[in-house]
């Protein structure tokens, strides 16, 4: 075997470790991203079932916003499938219900909706995420709020809320 044969084959299999690594770092990435975002919808489910528990036991119907406008994903909203009262997307709100909507209308036949949003989740930590959200019941109805979620156990829960602004 000549030195040119042996270069050679050097750097086939430093290319050949060269794949093998960015395949493996690719595979992380990916797991990465998939792991985060089940913890933020897990992180979400914690919040919303603050916003719901306690502290609303007038509305008769909730919808999930995340993001502005966007729905949640299935996953969350198979996690409050069957609560009492319902749980549903923020697209099968009433036209009535946007957030932008400064013309006061009635909400349908005794119904008191209330729309929940999640806007912005921050982990400071594994363990810690810092959440702003709010909730919008109709004209002047309205209030946006900071939450400290942690990791306790086998969950996330809110363990601290401020409310910021309310209208």
């Not at 996953?75 to 009262?85: E, H, I």
């Not at 729309?115 to 982990?123: C, G, T």
């Not at 709010?134 to 709020?145: D, F, K, P």
């Not at 900071?146 to 996330?156: A, D, E, K, P």
């Amino acid at each position: 075997m000549d030195w040119r044969s042996t270069a050679t084959l050097r750097c086939k299999l430093r290319s050949r470790r060269v794949r093998i690594a960015l395949l493996v770092l690719v595979g992380i990435v990916a797991w990465y991203l998939v792991a985060l975002a089940t913890q933020k919808d897990a992180i979400r489910q914690a919040v919303f079932r603050h916003q719901i528990s306690p502290f609303s036991p007038h509305n008769d119907v909730y919808y999930l916003s995340i993001e502005g406008k966007r729905d949640p994903s299935a996953w969350l909203l198979a996690q409050f499938r069957g609560s009492n009262p319902p749980v549903l997307s923020a697209s099968q709100a009433p036209p009535h219900m946007g957030a932008n909507d400064l013309i006061p209308t009635p909400a349908p036949a005794g119904r008191r909706p209330a729309i929940l949003s999640i806007d912005r989740i921050k982990l400071v930590l594994p363990f810690l995420a810092v959440v702003d959200g709010g909730r919008y019941e109709g004209w002047l109805a309205a209030s946006g709020t900071t939450y400290v979620v942690i990791w306790i156990g086998r969950g996330w829960t809110v363990c601290w809320a401020r409310l910021n602004w309310i209208s």
